[in-house]
């Protein structure tokens, strides 16, 4: 009876041993929870007020903002909804984002495979003048990619965005798959020779392979990139039908400045696109940098 007794009270002080390491795993994470919830409620805040506010007529703004519409005004969303130009505009981000991507995964996949399975004399310096472009500002590069633009006559043509984007996409990507490229062990590549397989094809085959979530990361971030970008459409496009996103958002600011929420509205639906593919890319984003900062 008393060994029984002396097990029990055995068990019963390690579990309150448990419950306070538990308590005060708790109590140190306090702050970060806390930190994550005052951040959290400052990014969905604004959203919240946008969404709600497109619900709204402009004087309904003006004499009640911050509390719910009375009554609900739906036309603000349904008339963008049934808009050619909404759509085009959503077309033509996809188009531009999606050929931007290819071109500077591909691009930037066959340079960062020479620089990091190739061993040649200028290996480093080629690799510095690439890591250099990500100190280089678009904004500096206006005027000249303007005057090349129009030389070319890429002026009001998708490849006037989808080249440039490109372009300035590759430092990052190439940084980013180089890394990848060079924690694949020698060793694989030597079996792969010895059983007749070229240098492409070991790049093609056996390489990309092993190397596909670093190709997630980057093509995810390409594509937020170019669906983000303002100031090349902006430059590029002068007839509204490749105007992108942001573009169509500053034009129909300009065309719509006293309808504020139907302005709203517009911005609602203009975040949906990219909300709806960072939900479903974020896994392969965070993985891809996970296992990136884990190699290195």
């Not at 937020?224 to 303002?230: G, P």
């Not at 002068?238 to 129909?252: D, K, L, Y």
Request: charged residues 15%; proline residues 6%; aromatic residues 12%.
């Amino acid at each position: 009876m008393s060994a029984t007794t002396e097990t029990e009270t055995r068990e019963g002080a390690a579990a309150e041993l448990r419950k306070s390491r538990l308590r005060r795993r708790r109590l140190r994470s306090l702050p970060v929870y806390v930190t994550l919830w005052v951040v959290g409620v400052f990014m969905v805040t604004p959203l919240l007020y946008a969404l709600i506010s497109g619900f709204k007529s402009t004087d309904q703004l003006s004499s009640n903002p911050f509390g719910l519409p009375s009554p609900w005004v739906t036309s603000n969303y349904t008339s963008l909804l049934g808009s050619g130009s909404f759509w085009r505009s959503i077309g033509s981000s996809t188009v531009i984002a999606v050929g931007a991507t290819a071109l500077t995964v591909a691009t930037a996949a066959l340079a960062a495979f020479a620089l990091a399975r190739f061993a040649f004399r200028g290996r480093e310096l080629m690799f510095t003048l690439f890591t250099m472009g990500l100190m280089f500002p678009f904004a500096v590069a206006i005027l000249p990619l303007f005057i090349l633009l129009r030389t070319f006559g890429l002026l009001d043509n998708p490849w006037g965005v989808i080249l440039p984007e490109a372009a300035f996409g590759l430092p990052v990507t190439i940084i980013i798959l180089r890394g990848f490229f060079r924690e694949i062990p020698g060793e694989l590549e030597e079996a792969a020779t010895l059983d007749g397989c070229t240098r492409f094809g070991f790049f093609w085959r056996i390489l990309l392979p092993l190397a596909r979530p670093a190709l997630g990361t980057v093509s995810v971030l390409a594509i937020v990139s170019s669906w983000n970008q303002f100031l090349l459409p902006l430059l590029v496009f002068s007839e509204p039908t490749w105007w992108t996103i942001p573009v169509g958002i500053q034009q129909f600011q300009g065309q719509y400045a006293s309808d504020v929420a139907r302005i709203f509205a517009y911005l609602v639906l203009a975040m949906v696109p990219a909300l709806a593919f960072y939900v479903v890319a974020e896994r392969q984003l965070i993985g891809g940098i996970t296992l990136g900062a884990t190699k290195g």
